[in-house]
C-alpha cells in the first residue's frame, strides 16, 4: 500500500515502442497523451536517464536513450522509480531477467486499477480486469495466468 504501486500491484511491460504506451493507456482508460512511468535497476540509472534518483517516482529525469520511447514525455523526461535489490527484491529480480534478455534494465510500470475505481485487492478482481481489458495476463504469487486467444 502507499502512493504508487511501485512494482507491485502493477502493469508491466516493454519499454521500447510508442504503441506500449498507447497500449497501457487504452487498458486504463485514459488519454492517449497520458505518461507512463520507467522503473529501472538502480545501478543502470545513469545509462538510461539524467537527474535525481528516487526510490518513489517524485522526480523528472532527462531520457537520453531514444529507444525507450514508450516512456518518454513529449519534453524528453520520465518520472523514474529506481529500484534496488534491497527494497524491492522481486521486482529487480525481474528488471536483470528482462535485462539480460534485451540489454535494458528499464521497464514500463504503471499502477493496476479499474478506471475511477481504485486498486485491485483481490483475485477476483483481477481476473475481472484481465478478461476486460488488453492484458496478456497476470501474476500472483509467483504464479503466471495467461489468457487464451
Do not use: W
Request: net charge positive; proline share 5%; charged share 25%.
Amino acid at each position: 500500500m502507499g502512493p504508487r504501486a511501485l512494482g507491485n500491484r502493477s502493469l508491466i511491460a516493454e519499454p521500447f515502442s510508442k504503441q506500449t504506451g498507447e497500449r497501457l493507456n487504452r487498458i486504463k482508460s485514459r488519454e492517449q497523451y497520458g505518461p507512463v512511468a520507467p522503473a529501472c535497476l538502480a545501478e543502470d540509472y545513469s545509462l538510461h536517464f539524467e537527474g535525481p534518483t528516487d526510490p518513489y517516482m517524485l522526480y523528472f529525469s532527462k531520457v537520453l536513450s531514444p529507444k525507450l520511447q514508450a516512456i518518454t514525455h513529449v519534453d524528453g523526461s520520465a518520472r523514474v522509480q529506481c529500484v534496488e535489490s534491497f527494497n524491492n527484491g522481486r521486482f529487480h529480480s525481474l528488471l536483470e531477467a528482462f535485462k539480460a534478455r534485451t540489454g535494458y534494465g528499464v521497464l514500463c510500470n504503471t499502477s493496476l486499477n479499474f478506471h475511477g475505481r481504485g486498486f485491485i485487492n483481490r483475485m477476483s478482481d483481477i481476473v475481472k480486469y484481465a478478461l476486460e481489458t488488453e492484458t496478456d495476463g497476470f501474476i500472483v504469487n509467483d504464479k503466471l495466468y495467461l489468457k487464451t486467444r
